[in-house]
Every structure is written in C-alpha cells, then in structure tokens.
C-alpha cells in the first residue's frame, strides 16, 4: 500500500522564523507517522532551498492531503484554493489590518486580503488547527467548523536562573518580538519612561527584527525623547544572544494589543524571567496565572507592576516558580505529541 | 468499571481537586496583586499631580511621532505639525550677508518642510481611503450574502477545459484565417496548443495566474490577464480572429452582448468561435449555482446572427461542448 502524500504549503520560509521553525517540526512529525511529504513556499530563504519546493512547480503533482500553515495573505494560499485534494488548515493568526494602515498601509491591504483568504481557506478545508483557543474561535468565525486546538512548536531556549536581580547590573526590562503596530513598543517605552521617575536606570531592552521601517523610526524618535538612553533596540539576535536577553533580563513585559499564541512569553518564563503583561487577546490564555496581567497598560500602571515585581522578593520568587511550571506544560516534547496526535488524526479525516 | 480503575478515577478526581486548588489560589493571589498594583498607581497619581502630566507628555510626543490616524486625535495634528515642522524663519536674511550658504540653508529647510507636509497629507488621505474601500468592500459583501451571490466559486467547481479534440476541431476552423489569434478565457492552452503547433500566431489570455503555469512552462504564449478587459481594450481589426471559452459560461445576457460588440470592433474582418456548454444541460448543482449566468450556443448564434455575422453550429464528439458557435464576421 502506498504511503499517504501530505503536501505541506506555506507563504514564506526562513531561518528564526517561528511558522517557518514550526513547518518544519510538522515535517518531520508526519514523516515519523509514516507519511511522504513535502513542504512548498512562495518565498524561501537560499539556505534552505534543498528543504523547500517553490510551490509553483506543485502544479503537476498530485497528493491525498494538503496542509496550509496560515500566517498570512499569499499566493500559495489562492493555489492551494484551486486545488481538489482534502485540506487541512494549521492556523497561527493575522494581525487586524486597521493597525498597519496608518504606517504600511499596503501591509494592511495584505492582511486584508489575508483575512477574507481565509475565510475561503476556512470554507474549503475539513479541518483546522490552531495553536490557541483564540486563534481557534477566529478560524471558526472565518467558517470552519472543525477545529482542533494544537500547540505551536518552538524550542525554548534551555536556560536556567535564579530567581534574584543580577547584582550591579540596572535593572533591565525586556520584550522580543517585531517592531510592529500591533505588538505596542511605544507602550512600552512610555511605561519604562514612567518607571524612571522611581528607578532612574532601568532600562528597555527590544529584542527582534522590524515589519515597518516607519514605525521603527517613530519608536527610536519616542525613545530619544521620553527616555532617553534607556531602551536599546537590539534587532534581530542569535539564538545564544536571545538566550543570554533572557538570562539577564529583570521582568518581561508584553503589552501587544495583538498575538496569536506569543512564544517569547513561554521563553522567558523557562528562562526563570517574571512575566507582567497586557490583558489583551491570546495573551491572558498563554499566560494562565502564572504572570502579573493588567487591564489597564497607563504608564503610570505599569511602571507601579515593574517596581513591584522588580522590588518585591516574594513576589518575584512566585512569578519565577509558577512561570517554569507553566513554561513546561509547553515543554517541546509534550507540544510535539499534542501535535503528532492532531495530525494523525486530521490526516484521517481527510482520507 | 473494575476497583482498579474505580481506584484510578478517584485518585485523578483528587489530583484534579488538589490543581484545581492551586489554580484557585494562584488565581486569587495575581488578582490581589493586580488589584494592589491599580490601588498604588491612583494613589500615586492622586499625591502627585506631575506624574498626570508626565503621562500626557508621553502620549503627546507618541502623537507628533507617530503618522496620522495611528495615535491620539488627527483633528488638528495635521496642521499642527506642519506648523512645528515648519523651520522657515521670516527673517532669515535673504540677500543679505553672510550671504548664499544660508540662502541654501532656508531653501533646504523649505523643501524639507515642504515634502514632509505633503506626504503627511497624502499618508492622511491613503489611510482615510484604505479604511473606506474596506468598509465599502464589507458592505458589498453583506449584500451579496444577502443576494445569495456571494463568492460561489467556493461551491462550484471549475469550469472544465474542452478536450483534445475539441481543440484540433478549432484549429482546423481557424486554419486559413490570416492574422493573429486570441484565445479568451485559455486556461492551461489546451486550445492554444493546436494552434500554436499550427504554425498560426496566438496567444491566450485568463484571469488566473496559476491555471496558465503549465502552458507557460509549455512554451506557450499565455497571459495572466481578464478576457473581457483584454478585448475592450484591443484596437481595432487588432486580431484575425477570436476564441473564447471559459469565463464565458460565468456571463449574463449583457456582458455576452458586449463580447459580440467588442468582438466586431477587434476582429471586425475575422471570425469568432464561441466554445461553450449548453447551460440546459447542467447538472442540478450546478444549474442551481450559476443561475442566470451563461448562454446556450443557439443564444450566441442569435447575438451573432443580429449583428448580419454568418453563423455556423458546428458539432464535436465533446459531451460537455456538442456544439462550437463559429460566427465570420466579413
């Protein structure tokens, strides 16, 4: 008997991408089930051309499965519409175009049309996946009616600290992700601002690459003036880099109006950093009890979070114990049984 | 159930129990450290009004950084800014000593504000437009949900392509006529191919980019453009002659009678063969579907024939297309 072929499609790979990290660790899960698979992109990186299909020479192939890891309006996404076979839809969330429109509003154009593709992409398949409960009340609303909640697959940096301040060192405050609208880093620079009043050298620190040249450039003017010297903008990191941003930062504080699952709040909580947070979409479901959620993101507000938890020895202690607890019910080993699991089982509705 | 697995249920049933509590717990001490948290920052701002001001000065500086529509109220910003970013200084000492390099200076200072008050306006008007065309564009979906004409190329499938045969029957039709020929709505080229073999200059042209990829990657001469736009646009006597199929079983009564005319004008010496099914014999599904879209060869012969065309029904052994419509419109 013939293996089953599940042909897996994808905007875009890259390297320290975490949908590109995830389709790959899918890859190997449905090999390890047993069946043939491939992965096809619109855009990939030339480091990883000998993995990847360009997904325009799909046409004359044929598959019993097609998976879609949906991140965003693509082409890939309108060919994998024309196509007969059965479909599986992994979703990992499209950012509300209204915040790109003010600074990219051709990015907002495109998440746009990635909405209203995915409400087509929802009619077509026979079942979803989505790495949150959140993400997965949005591909329902989109029109699918089978959805299986299943975890995103990353591997968190294999860091441990102690729960205490690093001696000398000012107090560091850190968020990883894109400079990007919906992820609010004026937010954060406002409330690091207002925690200079009360403790003169703490400082911001940005971890990650940028989705709009003209947002970045309006953080840096912020920064320059409500606080100046105190955030760096660190880019995008190694891997050991961002390990070392997380061993060396004194709280985490995540303020996005916006995420679909939010890895780097896992990450930090494994690396033994507390977790202050705004209450806002996925963010309250990633984050459980285990961090300090506010319902109100004043500066004022959370600058009064970041001294307690900075100043307050229990209470970071607590943060740090639950965080790890609730960092390994993430753990990459449980994550990829979840999965392998959904995918089974997925693939056998299909055929 | 045996005593073991009584014995099992019981103790996940306390395990529960026992997480459930700790979740419990948890729960109420971060909603106690929220709350704490709130009480302490009101309290701070109740004893120290500065700290108000601070956060106002905060947000205004994120308002002048940031472009219009993304923070704050963009009533009068537009014009404030432009004011603030206006560097011109009235008195700046125009042909007056120390003479050009500050004339150089104010005209490098105009132009600076110039431009940045320009694309500020036209960022303005960019993103007033975009959340408009969306809102227009959500609307006219709601009315074609409520028309029930919404997006059916999910339900439908696509149309299929004639077959080889189909196509060697067109080619022959085709083959004595001089000029360049245009296949509408061509799909992979399966009509194309015969003629291009032929000898006979064509190409093809269709909406969808990725239907035309292996005819390209063939060699053949496909273009990802709308059928109908490509013929309203072609200058006249442009083509020798004109196939269409395809997107042509999708059209009302009007939009086919605009093909005939557009037909006469591109092609006005030339011959015109339409590849289409008879829309009577759709299955029930389909019939359903795409009601009211797409006309029976006899239709077409008749849109044809009105124009003073010399329209021959031609039959093929294709079961989904018995009959081609040749119209020569000499």
Not at chain 1, 75 to 103: C, K, Q, S
Not at chain 1, 232 to 249: K, M, N, P, R, W
Not at chain 2, 177 to 191: A, D, I, N, Y
């Amino acid at each position: 008997m013939n293996a089953i072929r599940v042909h897996q499609f994808t905007a875009a790979i890259g390297p320290r991408d975490a949908v590109s990290h995830h389709t790959f660790e899918v890859d190997t899960l449905l090999r390890d089930l047993g069946y043939e698979t491939e992965i096809f992109a619109q855009h990939s990186h030339p480091d990883l051309r000998d993995r990847v299909h360009d997904y325009r020479l799909h046409a004359d192939l044929e598959a019993d499965v097609l998976l879609y890891q949906a991140s965003t309006g693509s082409r890939v996404g309108d060919y994998v519409l024309t196509r007969t076979e059965p479909l599986i839809v992994n979703y990992h969330n499209l950012t509300p175009a209204e915040m790109f429109d003010p600074w990219e509003p051709h990015v907002g154009a495109e998440l746009d049309a990635g909405r209203r593709q995915l409400g087509r992409l929802a009619r077509k398949a026979l079942r979803g996946l989505a790495d949150s409960h959140f993400n997965a009340a949005e591909l329902e609303a989109a029109g699918l009616g089978d959805v299986v909640v299943a975890p995103v697959l990353f591997d968190p940096p294999p860091l441990r600290r102690s729960a205490s301040i690093d001696v000398g060192e000012p107090p560091t405050v850190l968020f990883v992700g894109r400079l990007s609208p919906n992820k609010c880093q004026e937010d954060l620079i406002a409330a690091t601002a207002a925690l200079r009043e009360w403790i003169p050298d703490v400082r911001l620190k940005l971890v990650g690459g940028t989705s709009s040249h003209r947002y970045e450039t309006a953080l840096r003017e912020h920064a320059q003036r409500v606080c100046p010297g105190g955030v760096e903008f660190a880019g995008s990191v190694s891997e050991t880099q961002l390990a070392d941003s997380y061993a060396h930062a004194d709280v985490f504080l995540c303020l996005s109006e916006h995420e679909g699952f939010c890895v780097p709040v896992i990450e930090a909580m494994a690396a033994g950093t507390p977790v202050v947070a705004f209450a806002a979409a996925v963010l309250p479901e990633t984050i459980g009890n285990a961090g300090i959620l506010l319902e109100d993101k004043s500066p004022t507000n959370v600058a009064v979070a970041l001294e307690r938890v900075l100043t307050d020895r229990e209470l970071r202690a607590w943060l740090v114990e639950k965080g790890r607890a609730r960092a390994a019910t993430f753990s990459p080993e449980r994550n990829r049984a979840i999965m392998r699991e959904a995918l089974r089982a997925a693939v056998e509705v299909c055929v | 159930m045996s005593r073991a697995d009584q014995a099992e249920g019981i103790c996940l049933v306390a395990c529960q129990a026992v997480t459930n509590a700790n979740a419990d717990d948890s729960q109420a001490y971060v909603n106690q450290v929220r709350a704490e948290i709130e009480a302490e920052a009101e309290a701070r701002r109740r004893r120290d009004p500065e700290l108000q001001r601070r956060e106002r000065e905060i947000e205004r500086v994120w308002i002048e950084v940031a472009p219009p529509g993304a923070a704050g109220d963009q009533g009068e910003l537009l014009l404030d800014r432009a004011d603030r970013l206006a560097t011109i200084d009235v008195d700046v000492p125009l042909g007056a000593k120390p003479g050009i390099r500050q004339l150089k200076g104010a005209i490098r200072k105009v132009a600076y504000w110039y431009l940045r008050y320009v694309s500020d306006q036209v960022n303005a008007l960019n993103n007033v437009l975009t959340r408009l065309l969306r809102r227009f564009d959500e609307r006219l979906s709601v009315l074609e949900d409520a028309a029930g004409i919404a997006d059916g190329g999910g339900l439908l499938d696509p149309i299929p392509e004639p077959d080889g045969a189909v196509a060697e029957l067109v080619a022959s039709i085709l083959g004595a006529q001089t000029g360049r020929t245009v296949v509408l709505g061509c799909g992979s080229g399966v009509l194309v191919r015969p003629l291009h073999d032929a000898g006979i200059a064509v190409h093809g042209v269709d909406v969808d980019a990725l239907v035309i990829l292996p005819g390209v990657r063939d060699g053949l001469d496909l273009r990802a453009v709308d059928p109908g736009a490509h013929l309203a646009e072609a200058r006249p006597g442009e083509f020798g002659s004109i196939v269409a199929a395809g997107f042509v079983e999708d059209l009302g009564p009007a939009s086919a009678q605009r093909i005939v005319e557009q037909s006469l004008v591109a092609a006005s010496n030339g011959t015109v063969v339409i590849v289409t099914g008879d829309p009577a014999e759709r299955g029930i599904v389909e019939r359903e579907l795409r009601a009211g879209r797409g006309l029976s060869p006899a239709t077409w012969a008749y849109l044809f024939e009105r124009t003073g065309a010399a329209v021959e029904l031609v039959g093929t052994p294709d079961p989904r297309f018995r009959t081609l419509v040749v119209a020569r419109l000499s």
